[in-house]
């Protein structure tokens, strides 16, 4: 099993770069996968069409990564979303074509794909939203990493702002023991998502 407190982010492309261990992909693909799927939605598609475009996208990254070369100064979130979307232009041509051969009107669709006014707004799209999903994914795979009144104790003063001693009252703790909480938290979710917010 991969252990995931040895696994950062840039261990875990470096993982997948190398043919990547099925562990591997699987912490990969519960990180990722609802990013992925939340990118698909902004384009518009119904559930099943942006639940294929995402298949087609780790399709795609698991086919690409033994080549893929992580640089800090590249931005590992616009390489994901530029893969998502040329499979979105992909399939909007082809149903653009089948439109064609068929007599529907696809052209339009067809159109929409290329502008490039909409794409470059689709991959500068707000950066605080991507960081925020893509936190929040995190947190919940590192929650079970730490104890129940770890974990309570991080949350109440570290994301909620709450006093520490009030914390530490209420869970029968110190309150070195709520500021420790909260800094082995954060310790461990900076180094999850250590390459990949950058």
Same mark, same amino acid.
């Given at each position: 099993?991969?252990? *995931?407190?040895?696994?950062?982010?840039? %261990?875990?492309?470096?993982?997948?770069?190398?043919?990547? !261990?099925?562990?591997?992909?699987?912490?990969?693909?519960?990180?990722?996968?609802?990013?992925?799927?939340?990118?698909?939605?902004?384009?518009?598609?119904?559930?099943?069409?942006?639940?294929?475009?995402?298949?087609?996208?780790?399709?795609?990254?698991?086919?690409?990564?033994?080549?893929?070369?992580?640089? =800090?100064?590249? *931005?590992?979130?616009?390489?994901? =979303?530029?893969?998502?979307?040329?499979?979105? =232009?992909?399939?909007?041509?082809?149903?653009?074509?089948? $439109?064609?051969? %068929?007599?529907?009107?696809?052209?339009? %669709?067809?159109?929409?794909?290329?502008?490039?006014?909409?794409?470059?707004?689709?991959?500068?799209?707000? &950066?605080?939203?991507? !960081?925020?999903?893509?936190?929040?994914?995190?947190?919940?795979?590192?929650?079970? &990493?730490?104890?129940?009144? %770890?974990?309570?104790?991080?949350?109440?003063? $570290?994301?909620? $702002?709450?006093?520490?001693?009030?914390?530490?009252?209420?869970? /029968?703790?110190?309150?070195?023991?709520?500021?420790?909480?909260?800094?082995?938290?954060?310790?461990?979710?900076?180094?999850?998502?250590? /390459?990949?917010?950058?």
């Amino acid at each position: 099993m991969l252990d *995931s407190r040895l696994c950062t982010s840039v %261990t875990l492309l470096q993982l997948l770069r190398q043919g990547g !261990r099925p562990e591997a992909w699987t912490r990969f693909v519960k990180l990722y996968a609802p990013l992925l799927l939340f990118w698909a939605r902004k384009l518009e598609l119904q559930d099943s069409d942006a639940a294929d475009l995402v298949q087609d996208v780790l399709t795609a990254v698991v086919t690409r990564m033994p080549s893929f070369e992580y640089d =800090r100064e590249q *931005s590992f979130r616009r390489w994901l =979303r530029t893969i998502l979307l040329n499979r979105w =232009r992909d399939r909007q041509r082809r149903r653009a074509a089948v $439109g064609m051969l %068929t007599g529907a009107s696809g052209i339009l %669709t067809a159109a929409r794909s290329d502008q490039p006014d909409e794409v470059a707004e689709f991959l500068d799209a707000d &950066e605080a939203e991507y !960081r925020q999903r893509l936190v929040s994914r995190a947190m919940q795979l590192i929650e079970p &990493e730490f104890q129940p009144a %770890t974990w309570r104790a991080f949350w109440e003063h $570290g994301a909620h $702002g709450r006093p520490a001693d009030d914390v530490a009252r209420e869970l /029968g703790v110190t309150v070195g023991a709520v500021y420790a909480a909260k800094f082995r938290v954060l310790a461990r979710l900076r180094q999850e998502l250590q /390459g990949f917010v950058e």
